[in-house]
């Protein structure tokens, strides 16, 4: 299999919840590599443009109010097949209906507020680790 990047934010509600490095811990117990790694607090048009995909759905401002209230943690990780496998360490959206001992089910309490951001495709990973760090802050 072809190593691959993939972004990983660990949410407003995992950081509130001091869990950020129980989950950075999980994923280098999983092969992950960090390559990048910052805590930020998302501005509006920084996750409005992050998240334009969801512009037109009904959740978008309360998504966005979501992400602005308080800390992040940004990581590219890298990995052998790093986009399903993170897909699968994290679980489904819904910690009601992820997998138990994944990190949503373990950390998040609702689709809303569900611990961690992932990349849905190899592609979107290189797209959103480069929307928060420049090439040359990569390992």
Known sequence: MAIQRTLCIIKPDGVE???????LQRLLDEGFRV??????????????????????RGFFGEL???????PSVVVALERENA???YREVIGATDPAKAAEGTIR???GANVGENA???S??????RIEIAYFFAGHELL
């Open 64 to 70: 966005i109010e979501f992400m602005t209230r308080g």
């Open 17 to 23: 919840k001091r869990k950020q490095g129980a989950i």
């Open 35 to 56: 390559l990048a790694m910052r805590q930020l607090t998302i501005g509006r048009k920084q996750a409005e443009g992050f998240y334009a995909v969801h512009r037109e």
């Open 120 to 125: 849905d495709s190899e592609e979107n990973g």
């Open 116 to 118: 961690v951001h992932g």
């Open 105 to 107: 089910k373990l950390y």
């Open 83 to 85: 986009v399903a496998h």
